[in-house]
């Protein structure tokens, strides 16, 4: 099925460990991004990448890297984890840059928890 | 202050209730979305607009940009309507998207 596709769905990391967490599309979408979703907090913006090759930082960048050297993949790195990176984090595409004409597509969550 | 500002956070309806979910924003945008995030997590993009209403089945999504306000409304409520209800603005200044906190929206049958 076409769409966004994350993995893992859940993950617990102990705090220091580093982990990757995947992000794919299918729909030759140019814009990716990553949230992370707090309670009591909207979901906030991490890193977003507009093309292959081009990457830039969003709200709450510290801590993460990211990399989009394809148009379908858009992995999310933790370099080393710390228990305020728990959160629900969010893969989401759309067609193009300009998302006022083009609607997202979001992955389906993963829960991490680091210890 | 956010810059998107949704009300309530919370509202609790029976099943066959009209229900209004709101959101204000503060800076100039391009269009706004409105989203929908059950409670198993996902979340699915329900309407993008960027002026005058849109309808699909149930749902009817509204705004006025000269009051940078923007109405989400479920007619005849069903308990399946239950989940969080998300508000996101793309800023004129770029292409990010900028989210409200959610309204919690729970019918009961």
């Known amino acids: 099925n076409a769409g966004v596709t994350q993995t893992p769905k859940f993950q617990v990391l102990k705090t220091g460990q580093s982990m990757t967490l995947q992000c794919a599309q299918d729909?030759?979408?140019?814009?990716m991004s990553w949230y992370r979703q707090d309670p009591g907090m909207g979901l906030r913006l991490i890193h977003y990448?507009?093309?292959?090759?081009?990457?830039d930082q969003g709200e709450v960048p510290n801590g993460y890297n990211v990399s989009r050297s394809t148009t379908e993949d858009f992995p999310l790195r933790l370099l080393s984890a710390a228990p305020s990176q728990t959160s629900v984090y969010f893969c989401?595409?759309?067609?193009?840059?300009?998302?006022?004409?083009?609607?997202?597509?979001f992955g389906s969550g993963t829960r991490l928890t680091v210890v | 202050k956010n810059e998107v500002e949704q009300s309530p956070q919370n509202l609790t309806a029976q099943e066959g209730e009209f229900i209004t979910i709101n959101c204000s924003y503060s800076?100039?945008?391009?269009?706004l979305h409105w989203l929908q995030q059950h409670p198993g997590g996902g979340i699915v993009s329900l309407f993008m607009?960027?002026?005058g209403k849109k309808k699909h089945g149930r749902l009817i999504a509204t705004i006025n940009i000269q009051e940078k306000h923007s109405s989400l409304h479920i007619t005849a409520s069903h308990p399946r309507d239950s989940a969080v209800y998300i508000c996101?603005?793309?800023?004129?200044?770029?292409?990010?998207?900028?989210f409200g906190e959610g309204t919690q929206l729970t019918v009961n049958p």
């Open positions: 989401a595409s759309s067609r193009r840059r300009d998302s006022s004409n083009y609607g997202y597509t």
């Open positions: 729909m030759n979408h140019e814009y």
């Open positions: 990448s507009v093309g292959a090759g081009i990457t």
């Open positions: 800076v100039g945008i391009s269009a």
């Open positions: 607009l960027s002026s």
């Open positions: 996101a603005v793309v800023e004129t200044s770029g292409s990010r998207l900028t």
